[in-house]
């Protein structure tokens, strides 16, 4: 028994040798506008583990992290090996223990993770400890962003009516939140009424590469984040459920397998007239004929050089849509310009460029990394698109749309063939294929400027050329972030969007994820009386039938530009490439080429976006207005459960701890439940 106790002690004296020996050689310095920062260094851990120079990116974040981490329990030196091993053949059954730096959460799936918090600060009081101790061990930002709905529309007035609703609706969610916001630290709360949570993470909360002082050091490494929404893989994080995400918020590991990891190359350039959005139509397309569920999707290729960072944020938005854990670019000369124009500080871009250059992590002209599979996509080939009727993969060319509807009908075996128009004369155009809803929404489109100056140009042309919306669509303009406001403002496109009916009904994530609100109830008593089968047109990222609203069958993905187009058309069943949008006073037709803008006219736009734009929408973007800051609150350290509350309750899984945990008492009279081979 004492050699083997003297053998145990022996193993664990030679395991934390290694990890000392793994830290302290890796360990480098670097010196970034005479301010010195400390790093794990990946190209010196190559030096005693085997070289990684063509380890896909996203693969060389995951190693750093477990580098940075190693601690001979959690994270051994023979997974950072199994990580250098990956290499070889593109794939591992290894589990990792993965640290992601911060959480992001919205305030539907991120509110019971606050009120765990609280329930342990009221049993730390309960056995009287130190109350303030408990507080998230890593950063915590909430954005209140998936309560407002469009209850009102159409109208200058709507922003104001349904930002008051939602306050109304949401008084005790609101006011726990707000206690919280000063109760804990590390916690952070972005008031309602300001953007969608991943837009904000993209133009301000977001840092790329990360510091943090380490008692008399500076230490760096990259920004990496989960969230308990799934397109947090828009920038630098995973989606992942509540549980998770409040492990992560308690220091805790997320166990995950190495990943493989999917190359998909991008070459050429986008044709003109082709948006953002039609391209991640034809990735998502792609990406799910693949099958990439649990696995990492990096792009490379030299096709990224003309490729926007607003492009690249919409595509990696919809890696749940095509399946995957994360959607990922590496960081260039791209990203650099945009932390620029977003108004990251010069010493935070220098830092990034310095950083991710000495790690291995900088995009050059020609990178070809090893990957698990690989795919290719020439921009060039990308066509103006929808996805519809009710699956974001099913991508369908402009022309086609009324096909792909008439064969939906065909499918429907609720369709009993005995529709009627609508019976009153300003529905009269009402039919099957009618679009009611025609939605700008969503962070997947909304945080990019080149779409939405597109909308705001084609709404300005088609005002100009006289086109009115149909009176049975219900539009919305529902921006990520007050950013959005701003340079359209600028631009002098906001008036034109309004004269059509898109004005501003909130910031918040509203018609994409279901919070369309009513439709007018002479549309509704339509639809029901003709059995019809109606559309919703949204620059969304999902489009199940019955998501947007229970009345709406067919639901397509479109650019913010196609929203206002088909606002004018009105009706799926229009082919928008041959059919005229209206006619002109001289009674020619107007047609979608007439008012669609030029690349050339969308840059010209593009112009008015500005620095200080995003300076100012976020100088003080945890404050809130006038009626978040108008809610009582307690400035106590625990929460005041309220009794009769059916929405926030104190959780009872605290009830019986004690100071001192009672020892196991083992089980008596157990029996199997099964057995299992």
Request: aromatic share 8%; hydrophobic share 40%; charged share 20%.
């Amino acid at each position: 028994m004492a050699l083997l106790f003297k053998s145990i002690n022996f193993i664990t004296l030679c395991r934390g040798h290694n990890v000392i020996r793994t830290r302290k050689n890796s360990l480098a310095k670097l010196v970034v506008q005479k301010k010195d920062y400390c790093y794990y260094s990946l190209p010196k851990m190559a030096s005693f583990l085997g070289d990684i120079d063509r380890l896909p990116k996203s693969m060389k974040v995951l190693l750093e992290n477990l580098l940075r981490h190693i601690d001979g329990k959690s994270v051994k030196e023979n997974d950072l090996q199994a990580m250098v091993d990956w290499l070889s053949t593109g794939h591992s059954d290894r589990e990792i223990a993965y640290r992601p730096v911060r959480v992001l959460m919205q305030d539907f799936t991120g509110v019971p993770a606050i009120v765990d918090l609280a329930a342990m600060r009221e049993a730390v009081k309960r056995l009287v400890g130190e109350v303030k101790r408990v507080n998230p061990l890593s950063a915590v930002d909430l954005v209140i962003d998936h309560s407002v709905t469009v209850d009102n529309f159409g109208d200058e007035n709507a922003f104001g009516e349904n930002v008051r609703m939602e306050m109304a609706r949401n008084c005790e969610r609101y006011a726990f939140l707000r206690w919280g916001q000063q109760a804990f630290n590390r916690f952070r709360v972005v008031p309602p009424g300001t953007g969608i949570c991943h837009q904000v993470n993209l133009e301000y909360l977001g840092k790329t590469v990360w510091h943090e002082q380490q008692g008399d050091q500076c230490f760096v490494y990259p920004d990496t984040l989960v969230g308990t929404d799934s397109h947090t893989t828009m920038i630098n994080g995973l989606g992942v459920g509540g549980i998770e995400a409040e492990a992560a918020m308690l220091g805790q590991p997320i166990s995950m397998l190495i990943p493989d990891v999917v190359g998909f190359k991008l070459t050429g350039k986008l044709n003109e007239g082709i948006t953002a959005t039609d391209l991640v139509l034809r990735v998502t397309e792609m990406l799910r004929k693949q099958g990439v569920v649990g696995k990492f999707v990096e792009f490379y290729g030299d096709g990224l050089a003309d490729l926007p960072l607003a492009d690249r944020a919409t595509i990696a938005n919809m890696s749940p849509e095509f399946g995957a854990t994360c959607g990922f670019f590496p960081v260039d000369e791209v990203t650099l310009n945009y932390l620029r124009l977003s108004g990251r500080s010069d010493q935070q871009i220098a830092l990034v460029e310095a950083y991710t250059k000495a790690q291995g992590l900088w995009r050059y002209p020609g990178d070809e990394p090893v990957f698990t599979c690989q795919l290719a996509l020439d921009l060039a080939t990308v066509v103006t698109s929808l996805a519809g009727p009710k699956r974001p993969q099913d991508r369908v060319v402009l022309s086609q749309v009324p096909q792909a509807f008439t064969a939906f009908k065909a499918l429907d075996i609720h369709n009993k063939n005995n529709h009627k128009n609508a019976p009153d004369d300003e529905n009269s155009g009402l039919s099957d294929g009618a679009v009611v809803i025609a939605a700008i929404t969503s962070c997947t489109n909304t945080s990019n400027p080149s779409v939405m100056m597109a909308a705001g140009l084609l709404a300005k042309k088609a005002v100009e050329k006289g086109l009115k919306t149909k009176p049975w669509v219900k539009t919305s303009l529902a921006p990520g972030s007050k950013v959005v406001t701003e340079y359209l403002n600028a631009a002098g496109l906001t008036a034109s969007l309004d004269q059509l009916g898109f004005n501003l009904v909130g910031y918040g994530c509203t018609t994409c994820i279901g919070n369309s609100g009513a439709l007018p109830k002479a549309v509704e008593t339509a639809i029901a009386a003709g059995d019809l089968t109606v559309s919703a047109v949204l620059s969304g990222n999902r489009n199940f039938e019955g998501r947007i609203h229970p009345l709406i069958k067919t639901n397509w993905l479109a650019s913010p530009p196609l929203v206002v187009a088909y606002a004018l058309a009105g009706n799926i069943q229009i082919n928008l490439t041959d059919d005229p949008l209206g006619q002109d006073q001289q009674g020619k037709g107007i047609y979608l080429k007439d008012i669609w803008p030029s690349t050339q006219e969308i840059a010209t736009a593009l112009e008015a976006v500005k620095t200080e734009m995003f300076l100012k929408e976020y100088a003080e973007v945890f404050n809130g207005d006038e009626s978040w800051q108008a809610i009582p609150i307690e400035s106590s350290l625990t929460y005041h459960w309220q009794e009769k509350s059916t929405y926030i309750c104190q959780p009872p899984f605290f009830d019986d701890m004690k100071l001192i945990p009672e020892k196991n008492r083992g089980y008596k009279r157990s029996t199997h439940f099964g057995y299992f081979c």
